[in-house]
């Protein structure tokens, strides 16, 4: 039973280690985890609700809107669901609830800290019913503690009619320190953060709909003495 967006396979997870595990997210599916390269494959969704169906924790059928982890400790991943927010510190074998502290625990995007492996960013959506940020303010939140405690960082950002939309891939990171947070909306909207997260500037507005957001950095060579 595919959702609004399909049976969307939108996420692989590689071991940066190179055992062969493979771990994907797929909408109205759930997560799933490969030992051998992607022969073999086994549902990962146990302690994710599926408010939507009858049996709320069923085997399979979740819709994952995003799951991330960090290159240094690939076994702990942070999962985005159809409501849900939640971490697991074994590889998807299990999952537990961190949504204590946010406005709402639906959304899109997630975006791993480059180099902390217990900071992560969200940006929380009212509902499924209402897909804009709750009470029209556009907060994005930072936990630095796994998902114990999560904080709104709003300097710079619309607090007030922001009736703005941020889809899965729309958030990202980059690898300076300290780390650049950007993200884009459905209205156009590009926003990015020089400090982790603490303040914010408008980078860029009237462009399509912003689907994803990548961040690079280029380093200009000096040219070679003559």
Same mark, same amino acid.
């Given at each position: 039973?595919?959702?609004?967006?399909?049976l969307?396979l939108?996420?692989?997870?590689a071991?940066p280690?190179?055992?062969?595990?493979? $771990?994907?997210?797929v909408?109205?599916?759930?997560?799933?985890?490969?030992?051998?390269?992607?022969?073999?494959?086994?549902s990962?969704?146990?302690?994710?609700?599926?408010? =939507?169906?009858?049996?709320?924790?069923p085997? =399979?059928?979740?819709?994952?809107?995003?799951?991330v982890?960090?290159?240094?400790?690939?076994d702990?991943?942070?999962?985005?669901?159809h409501?849900?927010?939640?971490?697991? %510190?074994?590889?998807?074998?299990?999952?537990r609830?961190?949504?204590?502290?946010v406005?709402?625990? =639906?959304?899109?995007?997630?975006?791993?800290?480059p180099?902390?492996?217990?900071?992560?960013?969200i940006?929380?959506i009212?509902?499924?019913? =209402?897909?804009?940020?709750p009470?029209?303010?556009?907060?994005?939140y930072r $936990?630095?503690?796994?998902?114990?405690?999560?904080?709104?960082? $709003?300097?710079?950002?619309?607090?007030?009619?922001?009736?703005?939309?941020?889809?899965?891939?729309?958030?990202? $990171?980059?690898?300076? %320190?300290?780390a650049?947070?950007?993200?884009?909306t459905?209205?156009?909207?590009?926003f990015?953060?020089? %400090?982790?997260?603490?303040?914010?500037?408008?980078?860029?507005?009237?462009?399509?709909?912003?689907?994803?957001?990548?961040?690079?950095?280029?380093?200009?060579?000096?040219?070679?003495?003559?």
């Open positions: 039973m595919p959702g609004g967006g399909g969307c939108h996420t692989i997870l071991d280690a190179g055992r062969g595990r493979l $771990t994907v997210a909408s109205a599916a759930g997560v799933y985890r490969s030992e051998d390269g992607g022969r073999t494959w086994a990962r969704n146990s302690g994710v609700r599926a408010e =939507f169906l009858p049996d709320k924790h085997e =399979f059928g979740q819709c994952v809107h995003k799951i982890h960090h290159p240094t400790r690939p702990r991943l942070f999962l985005q669901n409501w849900g927010l939640y971490r697991s %510190d074994d590889g998807g074998d299990s999952w609830d961190i949504a204590r502290g406005p709402s625990d =639906f959304g899109f995007c997630m975006a791993m800290h180099a902390d492996p217990d900071t992560v960013f940006l929380p009212e509902s499924d019913e =209402f897909r804009c940020v009470e029209g303010k556009l907060r994005v $936990t630095r503690d796994a998902g114990r405690s999560w904080k709104p960082m $709003t300097r710079g950002l619309p607090q007030k009619n922001a009736f703005e939309t941020v889809l899965r891939d729309a958030m990202g $990171t980059d690898r300076l %320190d300290p650049g947070v950007y993200f884009g459905r209205s156009g909207k590009l990015a953060s020089r %400090d982790e997260g603490r303040s914010w500037d408008l980078l860029h507005e009237g462009l399509p709909p912003v689907v994803a957001v990548k961040a690079a950095i280029v380093r200009r060579r000096r040219r070679a003495a003559e």
